[in-house]
């Protein structure tokens, strides 16, 4: 019994902060995908990728857009591998929950 | 206001939310309706020392008939969407309903199949997406404080 206590004793406490005390994640982890609009190419490379399917790429008269949705997100972390330009880097973040899905799809365009 | 602040003043509202709300806590039912068992693993380190819900007087049950909320994984298969509805008419009004990860979101990686729903909410109502595969238990904790505002919300619409 003596050395249950000791060990309680020694190990103190784990339990996080974690709401009143914001936490990162480790080094690595895969987080929220971000687009950098001035870096895409917009060549579809990371559609075809994504094996969830949430990357869409639109043509339309007023130029190019490209859409990403957190929604369905694997974070796999293909469309970064994949990218020939850089313009998608997974990032640490994970606060991603959200009462609607539209709020969890990014779109960058560019204009022709 | 920095985003720290932010948080640090939401935690402390999550307690009195929920003591408004429920009287005391927030009960959990979780619902597997055909996940990979990643998710769960992760609703399990919820109750772990470390994350330790419980300081929040959220609580785990056995019953949808005990619970506030509905914690539902997995891309609804064939097989679990009788059993996901039942349990959802089980759950006592006022409930809501958590979207855990990615599959309970829109199909994840399953997508919208023969055997699989795509996402949950083509069978019951969701209030809140937690997506991730699987989420973070941090992340399942910052999806639930903004599931609970949301309950502010119906309730209030409610009585008006």
Known sequence: ???ILRKTLKTGTVT????NRPETAPEGFRGKPELFPEKCTYCGECVKACPPGVIWLNEDN???????SYCGCIFCGRCEEVCPSDAVKL??????ASKTKDDLVTIIRRKI | MTVEDELEIMGQRLNEKIKNIFGRSLHIREVDAGSCNACEVEVTALSNPIYDIERFG??????????????????????????????????????LVAAMGSCACNGGIFGDTYASGGG??????????????PPRPQAVIFGLMVAVDKLDQKIRKKEA
Do not use: W
């Open chain 2, 58 to 95: 959220i609580h785990i049950v056995a019953s949808p008939r005990h619970a506030d909320m509905l914690l539902v994984t997995g891309p609804v298969t064939r097989n679990m969407e009788l059993a996901l509805l039942k349990t959802y008419n089980a759950t006592p009004e006022p409930k």
């Open chain 1, 91 to 96: 990032t640490r973040e994970y606060e991603l």
């Open chain 1, 16 to 19: 996080t902060q974690y709401p």
């Open chain 2, 120 to 133: 949950i909410d083509k069978f019951i109502p969701v209030d809140v997406y937690i997506p991730g595969c």
């Open chain 1, 62 to 68: 007023d130029g190019k857009s490209l859409a990403l």
């Open chain 1, 1 to 3: 019994m003596f050395e």
